[in-house]
């Protein structure tokens, strides 16, 4: 006699661990833990798994947010799977499994917190907004390539006592400069041949930013972003590229209900370690999204000179801090008004210090 098992009604828990070759995955039931594996990394594979071992049950699947992306969460939706995309740091983690690391342990440790549901999904934004992020991020990228190339320049002619002109500014790396670097001998051959490659390539690295440019603010103009970025541009420090940095990166605002939420997804908030009576503060904290948080306080500068009310704000909280930290509090004050002009969709005022 032939009997179909029915886990209809019944949940099952699947923690995975991502790596390139393989995906660790842990299946918990309701009760126990059902095993514990390796596959092959492709979502078919575990969803035909799940399908012949647990009929008509309801997969409830975790993994870890990271150089994956959400293709697997994509897929599994797809397939009607749920899904969640967790912070790596917000996983609760025994002492001893932050002392003894492994994939096993990690797929566990996943599949267990998914059951207790102690988990909670980050953001997951649509196909489009991801592009239009990696257009945004592969600029910086490049940026940031071409300036370790020019200090690279820089620290071959220092290791040679090449003197760069007075004449010449080489801040921003004008033609007047770049001629001269070409103009440049050295004795021998294999030194002209390392200067040349050097400046091969920041010339490479700086035709592939003009180009990204300019394809960020065609991208700026189309209608999902320019009623946004038009807005933005009036805030002192604000530029296309940095308000499409902005948009690209938050994508929506509805994420958060508050500043203080905003702030805290950013990086502006102070950390803080306190037992008891005891407060100790540890200034900014860690957790942060890199590229807003320097975007920012870059703007913070620029915002600083140009708008009358954060100029005399950091007036103020310079005669009692380091600069440095003085510019964390204006690069809040500025995300304020970020945040105030996309919620009410108006330009910004240049306030008038009386």
Known sequence: MHTTTDFANHHIYVGIDLSKTSWKVCILTELVEHKTFTQPPSVQVLVHYLKRNFPNAHYHCVYEAGRWGFWIYTQLAQLGIDCLVVNPADVPTTDKEANHKTD??????????LRSCDLKSIYIPSRTALEDR???????????????????IKALLSFYGILIPESLNDYNWTRRFI?????ISFEHDSGNQSLRTLLDELLHLRQGILQLTNS????????RYWRHVRNLITIPGISILTAMTFL??????????????????????PGEHSSGDRVITTGITRRQNTILRSSLIESGWIAARKDPALLLAFTKLAKRMPKNQAIIRIARKLLNRIRYVLIHQQPYVVAVVQ
Do not use: M, P
């Not at 960020?216 to 209608?223: V, W, Y």
């Not at 690209?248 to 908030?269: C, H, N």
């Open 248 to 269: 690209t990166e938050l994508v929506t605002l509805d994420r958060f209900k508050t500043l203080d939420q905003l702030a805290s997804y950013v990086g502006l908030i």
């Open 134 to 152: 990696s257009l945004v991020r592969t600029r910086q990228f490049l940026v940031n390539k071409q300036t370790r190339c020019k200090n690279q």
């Open 216 to 223: 960020i603010r065609t991208l700026a103009h189309e209608e």
């Open 179 to 183: 001629t001269w670097l070409e103009s």
């Open 104 to 113: 096993r342990i990690d797929a566990r440790k996943l599949a267990r917190s």
